[in-house]
């Protein structure tokens, strides 16, 4: 089972470095966290998913290029029962 | 109920939120209940600080003491002492130093995470 | 079906956390997933009886009976409870339940995923 890290304060950063060494790791940016850069972990090819509603309100679905997918909470639960959730909220 | 392992990450330096105490305060209940669940305890980021020696640790000495007598061990992450300029003789006695490598192998042998 | 644990640490009126949790309990309930939610620090201000702020359309509270009505398990721990002056029972909204650390350790136990907020 993949890692998903689950990135939601700035404390997120912490996490973000751990999916950059993490060969299995994918990224699921909520609340604050979707200030955060993960496009580095996007270009190695490993998945990076922000939450829509948490996007909008802060007006940057924009700054989201095609390699982030945005996602509502139905995909959100379907990601954390199919990954291991690795918190940083 | 089963057995999990439970990987626990502290991010906050002491003393300005109360996360590096209740933090410890919820491993010492996960070990504790009737499952006996594991933990692995580590600093990250500017969590780190609380594995200073000369932090007062007055209020967390009733948590570690019950962790470290369960044989556990704090592991404070060297790129995160290193980013901030702490060496291994600033640490306490009780913390291991691993590397951010090491924190994604804990990362992987655990069951759940929990951050505080 | 699977369980989803969930530890909520901040309070509401302060921080989006609440919201959050409210909402992915919601989608995983929708889903017929279970929700275990354990309420520590101030996660134990989100359910209590008497909230007013005209700034919310719809108050944490009643976002959190909501979940309850649904089948979700919320449990606050006494000793947050106690520290913050807030009495079992008398504070709570009907089938939030104070409990204690052993009740997160018996979530962890049974969850298949667990989030911390």
Known sequence: ??????????????????????????????????YLDASAIAETGKKVYALRKDAEKRGLTNRFSGSVELIDYGKLVDLIFAHKVINFA | MAQKHVLFTFNNAPYGSIWYT????AAVGATSGIDEHTVDLVYLGDGVYFTLKDVDRTDSARYLGTLTKGGYRLKAERESLEARGISAADLAEDVEVISRADVVELVKIADLTIDF | MATLGMLLTLGP??????????????????????????LYLDGVYNPIKHQTFPDLSVMPKDRFAALVEKGATIIACGVCVNARGLEKGKDYIDGVKVGGLPDFAEIIGEADALITL
């Not at chain 1, 890692?3 to 060494?21: D, F, T």
């Open chain 1, 1 to 34: 089972m993949a890692n998903l890290y689950l990135i939601g304060s700035p404390a997120g950063r912490n996490g973000l470095e751990l999916a950059k060494k993490d060969g299995e790791a994918a990224v699921l940016l909520i609340q604050d966290g979707v």
């Open chain 3, 13 to 38: 009126f302060q921080f989006e956390n609440w919201d959050t949790a409210a909402s992915i309990a919601e989608a995983a309930l929708d889903k017929g997933h279970e929700v275990r939610m354990f």
């Open chain 2, 22 to 25: 209740e933090g410890l305060r």
